[in-house]
Structures are given as structure tokens and as C-alpha cells.
């Protein structure tokens, strides 16, 4: 089995782990050695059999090791994995078993999907994408270092940009074009495109004032 490290120690973290797990028990595959973390006490309280090897930034272990990113801030992600590729880090997806991908789909480094998880007919995601339970129509792009969130409804042929946030039961109509660094809050439904930088929320979604 392939020695395996998570990035981070927080909720995404730990929930990663289970999925990790459940693919262990379809077939072996990985010896989850532990979570790298810059906060020492991440993990207190929590119960988890599993510790923390040491921080992050100061991380200098990579041979023989596979690295799953367990964080789900989007400009977080970004650094960390940047940081850690350049020391030579190689990051793998975390793929639970019953995640459905088309066989036209396609994903880059890092993709974590959660259970249910749904990628349609000839849909692009990026890099270090994190999708929880919600579903990636046909023909969409998800940029770089996105994250969307349980029950969402990404539909046909829209375009995410890089770190996108998407927040839990929101819906975007088909063929929209979000730009980068977008919050979309949660339960929203979004039937405009979103230019660069915005945070937007409600039924319908509008900008939020000072964000």
C-alpha cells in the first residue's frame, strides 16, 4: 500500500479520512500515516485515532509519501499546494467509491469528491478541486483550486473561474460564466454571470455590499 499524508487537520481533513477508509475497504490502497498541520492542537478534542506529524511550512519529507489535500479554503489551497509542490510533494485524488465521473470527464491533481458525487458527460475539472455531494452537468469547466459544497447544482456548460466557493443547496442556471475569487453563499440561486471577485447571496443572487 502507498504511504499517504493529509494536508490539513480540520473538518475536510477528518471527514477525508473516512473516504480514505471506505476506498481502503474496496481495495487496499493507501497506509494513511497521519495529517500535516501548522496547528499543533488541530486534531484536540476531536477524538481522532490519527495525529499530527508536524507543521506544514516546515514539512521537508516527500519521498515515498502520496499527499491528499484536506483543505477546503480555495486561496488557502492554492499556497499550501504550491508550497508544497515546489518542495516536491505529490498529490493524488481522493475519489470515493461511490462517485459517479463520466468517461469523457476529466480531473486534474488533487481532486477530492465526496460521496454522491456526480461528474457528467465531457465536464473539466480542474486542479485541486474539492466537490462534496453535488452534482457537475455537462459541458462545465471548474477552474483551479475551486470548492463546492453539498447539494449544489452546477448545470450545463457553465464555467466556473479559479477559486471559486460555492456554498451548500446553491444553483446556478445553465451556460453561466463565474469569475475567479467568487463566493456564491449558500442556498443561492444564481441566473447571472459573476464577474471577477464577487460575493454574492440570495434568490436571486445579488452582491453583498462591502465584499
Same mark, same amino acid.
Given at each position: 500500500?502507498?504511504?499517504? %499524508? ?10 477525508? /479520512? +473516512?473516504?480514505? @477508509? ?30 499530527? =506529524? ?11 509519501? &502520496? ?10 489551497? +492554492? ?7 515546489? @518542495?516536491?510533494?505529490? &498529490?493524488?485524488?481522493? %475519489? ?31 486542479? &485541486?478541486?474539492? /466537490? ?16 463546492? =459544497? ?9 464555467? =466556473?473561474?479559479?477559486?471559486? &466557493? ?9 451556460? /453561466? ?8 453563499? =449558500? ?25
Amino acid at each position: 500500500m502507498k504511504k499517504l %499524508i493529509i494536508v490539513g487537520a480540520g473538518g475536510h481533513a477528518r471527514e477525508m /479520512l +473516512e473516504w480514505v @477508509k471506505d476506498i481502503n475497504k474496496l481495495k487496499p490502497t493507501w497506509d494513511f500515516c497521519g495529517f500535516i498541520d501548522d496547528d499543533a492542537e488541530a486534531l484536540n478534542g476531536t477524538g481522532c485515532e490519527y495525529s499530527i =506529524l508536524g507543521g506544514i511550512r516546515e514539512w521537508c519529507h516527500f519521498d515515498g509519501f &502520496f499527499f491528499a489535500m484536506g483543505i477546503a479554503q480555495p486561496g488557502t489551497k +492554492e499556497k499550501v499546494a504550491t508550497m508544497l509542490q515546489q @518542495k516536491g510533494a505529490e &498529490f493524488v485524488p481522493i %475519489i470515493h467509491p461511490t462517485v459517479r465521473i463520466a468517461e469523457n470527464a476529466s480531473y486534474g491533481l488533487g481532486f477530492v469528491a465526496y460521496p454522491g458525487a456526480y461528474v457528467c458527460s465531457n465536464a473539466q475539472i480542474g486542479d &485541486f478541486v474539492t /466537490l462534496l455531494s453535488s452534482k457537475i452537468s455537462h459541458d462545465c469547466i471548474i477552474g483551479d483550486y475551486c470548492t463546492i =459544497l453539498s447539494y449544489c447544482g452546477v448545470n450545463g456548460n457553465t464555467v =466556473l473561474g479559479k477559486r471559486v &466557493f460555492v456554498g451548500n443547496h446553491a444553483t446556478m442556471v445553465q451556460g /453561466l460564466r463565474i469569475g475567479d475569487d467568487v463566493t456564491i453563499g =449558500l442556498g443561492s440561486i444564481v441566473i447571472k454571470d459573476i464577474p471577477n471577485n464577487v460575493h454574492v447571496f440570495g434568490n436571486p443572487a445579488r452582491p453583498i455590499p462591502g465584499k
